[in-house]
């Protein structure tokens, strides 16, 4: 094995410290932003670093839009869309994983290919979908459009963790009476948590982020989510962009709290999903 050179672990380093800080940029951009004052995010010639610092963005951004109500709604759309997709993932994981059948890896593929369709494609299909549904301008829409479009990677994702438990644990299980769903909860969830908890981030942040359908079916106040909500920031003539930074800096919270507290977990999953069908 050849060991590298402490100039080759030097260049490693500067180029791990590069990436790091071309990553933290755009952060560090709309902190700076978000403790300045409108006159001096429209200052000329331009400042990098707050001549004033000020928090009260920060405070004003909870009464100028209904902020409490929009994340309130984000929350329960993410939260949704995420118990959704894996009420219906798991089972049909975990047949997958275990069944075999005449054209599974066909199958397989197609469900992977259901996954590449944009939301934009399939808008005005959505629309009349929901339309029909009665779910116009309602939570539970995006709930189920989400879900929908998570599915198929939620589906791939826990096939593969599933796969790699081993059946003779199941068997042992048989053998002493417990019955196929009661293994299924009792032993083989238990042992696939990495899995579950990296599917959960992906929905979640998946569901967090959405844009595009919210801003199709959703026209109200009370159940806006963040992510349409901001774009009260956006006049006509000017943005305000002081808000739209501290708004967006809050919105990452609840995210970074999610991923912090299950971040050991998200390797391991993702490296058991991605190597077998």
Known sequence: MVH????????TLLAAYFLVVVLLFPYVVMLVTALKSRSEVYSIPPTFFPREWTVSNFLEIWTVIPLSTYIWNTILIATGSTLLTLFCAIPAAYVLSRRQFVGKRAYMYLVLITQMFSPIVLLVGLFRVIQWLGLMDSIWGL??????FTQAFAIWLLTGY??????ELEQAAWIDGCSKLKTLVKIVLPLATP????????VFIMAWNEFVVALTIISSDVSRPLTVGIYAFFGKYDVQWQYLFATSLVATIPVIILFLAIEKYLVSGLTAGGVKD
């Open 4 to 11: 590298p050179s402490r100039i080759q672990k030097g260049l």
């Open 143 to 148: 709930v189920l459009v989400n879900a929908a």
């Open 162 to 167: 599933f796969s790699t438990i081993p059946r």
């Open 195 to 202: 899995g579950i908890i990296t599917t959960v981030i992906f």
